[in-house]
């Protein structure tokens, strides 16, 4: 069936680098992403979204990257603090009044 | 402006109980969503309700599972006779439109566990 997917479940990252997590994604018809961060014991927050009639889009330090060609969706994070320390979710909307969400990808922050 | 509330955040049942997750949407939010959350995994839509109405219940488990959203009070997502196999996270979300054209809120969560 239609899923959404992540290609890393853990990724560590240097304090002060850039991160970039991928998802990858199965329904064509899917014309609205989401990236949500999810800390320990929390409910997931939104972060940034995207349509399907955009490339990119740039939020405060974050910018997700859409590639409907390859349905390949990435959420980068510049200067990764360790508040960035979460499990990140890429999620979508494939026309009907729900989300799908991938399994998440792990982001942890050395200092 | 408070967020989307839920109560209990931690719940405790044995099985056979009864559980009951409670919801208030975010101020002007008519829309909400329940999803249910397993341990290292991503979450799963469970029902799409409006003021109500169920607008969406294919993510539901056909036995023991309901939901409900009145015109007064908060949403309330009902596990009936809880097994082993319930216990998770369950989140609810509201939007002030649907999701895709508006964006969705996530509440704390209750963390169900059954004994």
């Known amino acids: 069936g239609e899923s959404v997917g992540l290609h890393l479940p853990t990724l560590s990252v240097q304090e002060g680098d850039n991160s970039i997590i991928n998802c990858a994604y199965s329904n064509s018809a899917s014309d609205y992403f989401i990236w949500y961060k999810q800390e320990s014991g929390k409910g997931p927050q939104f972060i940034i979204d995207?349509?399907?009639?955009?490339d990119k889009r740039q939020g405060q330090r974050v910018t997700v990257l859409l590639n409907k060609t390859v349905k390949h969706l990435s959420l980068q994070i510049a200067a990764t603090q360790p508040g960035d320390s979460a499990v990140y979710f890429c999620a979508e909307n494939g026309g009907y009044q729900k989300v799908t969400f991938g399994t998440g990808t792990k982001l942890q922050v050395i200092p | 402006n408070a967020g989307v509330m839920q109560n209990p955040r931690h719940l405790v049942r044995r099985r056979g109980q009864e559980a009951r997750l409670r919801c208030s949407p975010m101020?002007?939010?008519?829309?909400v969503y329940w999803y249910r959350q397993l341990p290292e995994e991503g979450l799963k839509f469970m029902v799409y309700l409006q003021k109500e109405n169920i607008i969406d219940e294919s993510g539901m488990p056909k036995e023991r599972f309901s939901a409900e959203f009145p015109k007064e009070g908060p949403s309330i997502l009902r596990i009936q006779q809880v097994v082993r196999g319930d216990s998770a996270a369950y989140f609810c979300a509201s939007s002030r439109r649907e999701v895709g054209v508006d964006t969705q809120y996530f509440g704390p969560g209750t963390r169900l566990t059954v004994l």
């Open positions: 995207i349509r399907s009639n955009m």
């Open positions: 101020k002007g939010h008519s829309h």
